[in-house]
């Protein structure tokens, strides 16, 4: 059996039953249903905002002029119009009469405590509380670094064994504050704490 590939494109097409519609011709109608969607989407919305106007319309409240609402009482010739009663100020005239007689005897003042020459007050710096002693002493050792002079002290209580690191004691606030300025260059936070000395 022998083909004749000479009209391919004819025999092809016979078979079918018909011709091929050009690209051009399914581009235009593939175009043409774009505005028929748009013309639905925007009868859509056309439909939606007049469906809710008709509704804010309808439930609007009637105005006092119109017709259909109820009319106004009208008011009779009988009852003449009142005027708000004056309001009374009695109080002028009643409390000067009025006297209170309280017995009270004056408050004892305390007096505050004396505070002897010999005893001033002290600045301390708490810059950590460890529970291992190496902790406190690392603190320590970043501490002697700034040219500082930290104790530690070692407290039991009932939540067991602590190691506290103390920097001071200082005689003047200003003292304090330079060493706790260094401190917290270092990122070290430290608690201000008063005591006698």
């Known amino acids: 059996m022998a083909r004749d590939y000479s009209s391919r494109g004819g025999s092809r097409s016979s078979a079918r039953g018909g011709s091929r519609k050009p690209a051009a011709s399914r581009?235009?109608?593939a175009s043409s249903k774009q505005p028929r969607v748009w013309r639905w989407y925007g009868a859509g919305v056309l439909s939606g905002v007049v469906g809710c106007l008709a509704l804010y319309l309808v439930t609007l409240?009637?105005?006092?002029?119109?017709?259909?609402?109820?009319?106004?009482p009208e008011p009779s010739a009988?009852?003449?119009p009142q005027t708000p009663p004056?309001?009374?100020?009695?109080?002028?005239?009643?409390l000067p009469e009025q006297t209170i007689d309280v017995d009270v005897e004056p408050a004892e003042v305390a007096q505050p405590r004396a505070t002897s020459s010999n005893r001033k007050e002290v600045y301390l710096l708490q810059a950590g509380s460890f529970r291992q002693r190496e902790d406190a002493d690392r603190r320590r050792?970043?501490?002697l670094l700034l040219g500082l002079e930290p104790r530690i002290e070692e407290s039991s209580a009932d939540n067991g064994r602590w190691f506290r690191v103390f920097v001071g004691p200082f005689d003047s606030r200003s003292?304090?504050?330079?060493?706790?300025s260094l401190t917290a260059g270092q990122d070290i936070d430290t608690l201000l704490l008063k005591r006698e000395g």
């Open 175 to 180: 003292k304090m504050a330079k060493a706790r």
């Open 61 to 72: 409240p009637p105005a006092p002029g119109d017709e259909g609402a109820e009319p106004a």
């Open 78 to 80: 009988k009852a003449a």
């Open 86 to 94: 004056k309001p009374r100020f009695d109080f002028y005239t009643v």
């Open 141 to 143: 050792a970043e501490l």
């Open 27 to 29: 581009r235009s109608t």
